[in-house]
């Protein structure tokens, strides 16, 4: 039996001409585009735009936010949601405040906050896949749920936390007061270590697998469930990181400081990219949307823009953005 | 019975990207004819039946109805002129009335509401003459048995000027006393003169029902007889014709020899099989056939663990004891299965061919902690080759090759590890006959490899071409087992041994 009769005319089925939207990195390259336009608008408007400092502390100011969509990537690519994110990071500083008061050494109540992250990643992961109940309903109990206990355990008071080698993780610089910021650090690190588990372990690949055909990667015997509860337990700990980053920066635990980022957490992965419903996007886009968002906002507070402008602002570009990808996409199938 | 003729279809031909599926096909019906239409899967019946009722456009012939020529561009055209389609599936309203669904294309009003009123009225006369007379037409559908919301949904059929009725496969999921209720309505809507195309595999049903017999084979007529002068065995004739040959590899010579390499007792599906045994064969492939419904569906993956509520009493795999969990276990014990529904059950369309091949086997291509690329893009690039299979590179997107190509994919992501049984599902749904002939082959070389296969089809003749030995299914159980290869027609009516029969 030979192969040959066959195998020697490969030509393709459909023989397209190559499109360059349809291109895998066409998505991240679009961000990329519309981040150095947004750049280039501030620069040319405010003088004050264009300087180390200033885009050092949007990075600095975004990184909490860009830690959670980190974690929140992967986890809507696998066909998950975590719309308790940011209140976890709410109960994280809160987490952190008590156990400092009650007298637990400042980093062991850190990694109290964070396990306890983790902790109720896990749950949001056994509800969802143990009891096969809707993400979307599932998170938003547990972040109503984890909200109200914040202001239950503080009786809604900002608890101070002034430790100066705690809040070095939220303000401090490395390579003198003009260097890079920690937070930005910390932030940047974990989308490397994201990038790298998706990329290039077989986790990774069934992080898309399982968002992109649950039924058919359950037939291939892949642990679909068990890679979603990973990744809320991931989601969890990301929260509670960046529940941490935000207290030692504000060197206080007020336990509504960061719940109201969620839609931008959400939106920046949106924008970033990944679709909602599972199986494709990339943490680099994520990290440019999110880059976008806060330059944008930095850019209009500069110009004297309000705050009730920037949330039209910000709504509009996502917008804009998700349809644009839409069209992409279609362009390509 | 008058013999005005209402349907008309003249020189029929259609293709779908090139591929030809019927061509100068025939058909006609009278009123208050009872039609059955009969043939293999893929031999057109579908293709034609969705031509009448608008939802593809033909590519050549003509089709009157009434004696007028009509263009039919549209389900809406066809339903105009009284041609109704009951779908395979149920598809009903569970929450809304009975009256709501009788009318709900057609929702009577008053002034901007629904004319609640008008409406039961219209809705009640139709379920009289299914002779539904007790049903109250408040009642809300999600209630009833699945058989009465079926005799529902032909009432909704036949609301307004309806002529024609196409029933595909309408006694797939009824039981016997319910199949003969249903053909008491279809006497009744005959003796109204209403038209009923019938498709079905269950001979002996088309042989109670029908009137007439219209046979398709390869997208062209193979027969039409008039069901009172003709036999069971005539018309099989007809449907499988004298094709079977060069499209299937020889059969395996030392199957009686080989060892069992899996074993199953007791296999129990709530609602799908009772009490099945079979065991796999090493070396040699062994063929289930059942039609749609007969529980064909669930066999395999109740044994890979992907079938719900699945009992059984005794699995050995190898000799060893086995107990059934979910896939991840069957894999771990040797067990592949390439599933029936493709797209939905078989490839991540976003993902690259090259990792759809690798995805049931990442330990394989895992060094250390992460991927090991090399490994997987010379795997993936060998087995395009072995596999001829056609795709621009091991980079595109696996949901852009054709069927037959995906199905390639679905195959050698098995074979790349190490597999002691593959179970195929309706191995060759939706792949055109070249690639079915490359599957075929690559199915014999591996079983000659030494591989046990499971091939389960509701086409006859797959399993009849390339079974060294099979077992036929109907209503949940084995009604026969073939230790040799066996014709297509004895498969076929082991297998509509159907329960309307008794």
Avoid at chain 1, 117 to 137: H, R, S
Avoid at chain 2, 180 to 191: C, E, H, K, V
Wanted: with cysteine.
């Amino acid at each position: 039996m030979s192969q040959t009769t066959v195998s020697t005319a490969p030509t393709p089925a459909r023989n397209r001409p190559k499109n360059l939207l349809g291109h895998a990195w066409a998505g991240v390259a679009m961000l990329l585009a519309f981040y150095l336009i947004l750049v280039a608008i501030f620069t040319v408007l405010s003088p004050f735009f264009l300087t180390v400092k200033n885009l050092l502390s949007i990075g600095s100011n975004m990184a909490f936010i860009g830690l959670m969509a980190a974690a929140g990537t992967p986890l809507i690519i696998a066909g998950g949601l975590d719309l308790s994110v940011a209140a976890v990071a709410g109960i994280s500083g809160v987490i952190v405040a008590m156990c400092y008061t009650a007298g637990i050494d400042i980093w062991v109540a850190c990694l109290v906050a964070i396990l306890a992250g983790g902790l109720i990643g896990a749950g949001n992961g056994a509800l969802t896949n143990g009891l096969k109940l809707n993400p979307f309903i599932v998170t938003l109990g547990t972040m109503s749920i984890i909200t109200g206990a914040s202001l239950v355990l503080t009786g809604g008071l900002t608890q101070p936390l002034m430790i100066p080698g705690f809040n070095w993780i939220g303000s401090g610089k490395i390579g003198g007061s003009g260097g890079i910021p920690v937070p930005l650090i910390i932030m940047l690190v974990v989308y490397f270590l994201a990038w790298w588990v998706m990329a290039f372990t077989p986790f990774g690949r069934y992080i898309y697998a399982s968002g992109g055909n649950p039924e058919a990667s359950r037939m291939l015997g892949i642990p679909v469930d068990r890679t979603q509860i990973l990744l809320y337990v991931a989601s969890g700990l990301a929260g509670a990181l960046a529940g941490v980053i935000v207290a030692a920066m504000l060197g206080a635990a007020a336990p509504d400081s960061v719940g109201k980022h969620l839609l931008t957490v959400i939106a920046a992965i949106i924008l970033g990219g990944t679709s909602l419903f599972g199986g494709r996007g990339s943490v680099w886009g994520t990290l440019l949307a999110v880059l976008i968002l806060g330059t944008l906002n930095n850019g209009l507070t500069l110009l004297n823009v309000s705050s009730f402008w920037q949330d039209v602002t910000k709504g509009a570009v996502l917008l804009l953005a998700v349809g644009l990808d839409q069209l992409r996409v279609r362009s390509q199938a | 019975m008058t013999d005005k003729r209402i349907l008309d279809m003249n020189g029929i031909g259609k293709s779908f990207g090139g591929v030809p599926v019927l061509a100068d096909v025939h058909f006609h019906l009278d009123a208050g004819e009872v039609v059955a239409l009969l043939g293999a899967n893929g031999a057109g019946k579908s293709t034609l039946m969705k031509i009448l009722s608008g939802n593809y456009s033909r590519d050549a012939g003509t089709i009157a109805v009434n004696g007028s020529e009509q263009d039919l561009k549209s389900p809406a055209d066809a339903l105009a002129l009284g041609i109704r389609m009951l779908p395979q599936e149920l598809s009903v309203f569970s929450d809304l009335t009975v009256a709501e669904n009788i009318m709900i294309g057609a929702l009577p009003r008053n002034g901007m509401h629904v004319d609640r009123g008008a409406m039961e009225v219209r809705a009640t006369a139709l379920l009289e003459r299914m002779g539904l007379d007790w049903l109250s037409p408040r009642t809300r559908m999600g209630t009833l048995s699945h058989h009465v919301q079926r005799i529902v949904e032909i009432a909704r059929a036949m609301n307004g000027e309806a002529r024609v009725l196409i029933m595909d496969e309408p006694t797939a999921s009824l039981a016997a006393d319910e199949v003969q209720m249903l053909f008491g309505i279809i006497r009744r809507l005959q003796a109204d003169g209403i038209s009923i195309i019938y498709i079905s595999h269950y001979l002996k049903e088309v042989f109670a029902v029908s009137g007439r017999i219209a046979v398709l084979r390869d997208g062209r007529n193979a027969g039409d007889f008039t069901t009172a002068n003709t036999n069971v065995d005539e018309v099989l004739h007809a449907i499988i014709g004298n094709r079977v040959g060069d499209l299937y590899p020889a059969f395996s010579v030392n199957t009686a020899s080989a060892a069992d390499v899996v074993t199953v007792e007791g296999l129990n599906v709530e609602g799908w099989l009772r009490g099945v045994d079979f065991t796999v064969r090493q070396g040699s492939i062994t063929g289930v056939h059942g039609l749609i419904g007969s529980g064909v569906e669930m066999i395999g993956r109740a044994l890979f663990g992907a079938a719900p509520r699945t009992r059984v009493e005794r699995v050995e795999i190898d000799g060893k004891p086995y107990q059934v969990s979910t896939p991840g276990k069957a894999v771990e014990a040797g067990l592949g299965l390439v599933a029936a529904e493709r797209k939905r059950e078989g490839i991540v369309a976003m993902l690259s061919l090259r990792e759809n091949m690798s995805l049931a086997n990442m330990p394989l291509f895992t060094k250390g902690l992460s991927v090991d690329r090399k490994k997987e893009a010379t795997t993936t690039a060998e087995w395009i080759w072995r596999l001829s299979i056609r795709a621009r590179n091991a980079e595109q997107p696996i949901g852009t090759l054709s069927g037959g190509n995906q199905q390639k994919v679905c195959l050698a992501r098995w074979l790349l590890g190490d597999l002691k049984v593959l179970i195929l599902e309706e191995p060759t749904r939706g792949v055109d006959v070249g690639a079915r002939q490359e599957i075929y082959r690559q199915i014999r070389q591996l079983a000659d490899g030494g591989l046990g296969i499971l091939l389960i089809s509701s086409d006859a003749e797959e399993v009849a071409g390339l079974a060294d030995r099979s077992i036929a299914l109907a209503s949940g159980r084995v009604t026969e087992i073939f230790e040799q290869p066996t014709e297509a027609s004895a498969l076929m009516s082991a297998a509509s041994k159907s329960a309307a029969a008794a």
